[in-house]
């Protein structure tokens, strides 16, 4: 049975940093690629970070792009999500999810119907 759990999330003043990670189990974790999405109250869920299996290919939504970096630690199954200058507008429910993926990120990586797998979500709020 495929699990995968976040933590990290948490309120911070804008300006600040959080780091979210999001631990999986039940999985070959190496050959699936990993993404974070971002759902906020009466909005759709939207692409934030993804990264494939051997952590070579990497992607980011344009509104985060150099505050926010993905990664992930192979040896312990464990993606992250760190969150520089964080704005009010990033206060979000903030999703990982995973699909395997025979190299790179395959296609549609920002895509949340590319994805098999889903956790339940941390909540991450910035305050003005």
């Known amino acids: 049975q495929v699990q995968l759990v976040e933590s990290g999330g948490g309120l911070v003043q804008a300006g600040g940093s959080l780091r979210p990670s999001c631990a999986a189990s039940?999985?070959?974790?190496?050959?699936?690629?990993l993404g974070w999405f971002r759902q906020a109250p009466g909005k759709e869920r939207e692409f934030v970070a993804a990264i494939s299996g051997g952590g070579g290919s990497l992607d980011a939504a344009d509104s985060v792009k150099g505050r926010f970096t993905i990664s992930r630690d192979n040896a312990k199954t464990t993606v992250y999500l760190q969150m520089n200058s964080l704005k009010p507008e990033d206060t979000a429910v903030y999703y990982c999810?995973?699909?395997?993926?025979?190299?790179?990120?395959?296609?549609?990586?920002?895509?949340?119907?590319?994805?098999?797998?889903w956790g339940q979500g941390t909540q991450v709020t910035v305050s003005s």
């Open positions: 999810a995973a699909r395997r993926v025979q190299g790179g990120l395959g296609s549609r990586w920002s895509s949340d119907q590319y994805y098999n797998y």
């Open positions: 039940g999985l070959t974790f190496s050959s699936h690629a």
